[in-house]
């Protein structure tokens, strides 16, 4: 089994940012790929970013919602992976959820994803 644990999100107002870091543990060898993916009040939960864990590939992709603002990185050392998330939204105000899956696909899909984090509220105030 591997374990997600997010951190980081906060309540910030527009234009502020924000990292979100999710560590995982346990059997860590099994995942290949790390993701965001986010749930706003009344919405579906929808992909924010991705990223191949990779000592020598770092392939992320994003939602067009974010890219340009947002950006996934990873620290194999850590088995950490992270959010940095610059002019926030208020539209960006969401729970974020971080997952893991055994393989890298470009804008991957829930049901693609075997572990989940509980999650870790953002707010954007305007």
């Known amino acids: 089994q591997v374990q997600l644990v997010e951190s980081g999100g906060g309540l910030v107002q527009a234009g502020d940012s924000l990292r979100l870091s999710c560590e995982a543990s346990g059997r860590t060898g099994r995942i290949g790929a790390m993701a965001w993916f986010r749930r706003a009040l009344g919405r579906e939960r929808e992909f924010v970013a991705t990223i191949r864990l990779s000592w020598s590939f770092s392939d992320t992709y994003y939602a067009d919602s974010v890219k340009g603002r947002f950006t996934m990185s990873r620290d194999m050392a850590k088995n950490t992976a992270y959010l940095q998330m610059n002019s926030l939204k208020p539209e960006d105000t969401a729970v974020y959820y971080c997952?893991?899956?055994?393989?890298?696909?470009?804008?991957?899909?829930?049901?693609?994803?075997?572990?989940w984090g509980q999650g870790t509220q953002v707010t954007v105030s305007s």
């Open positions: 997952a893991a899956a055994e393989v890298y696909t470009a804008s991957p899909i829930e049901s693609r994803m075997k572990y």
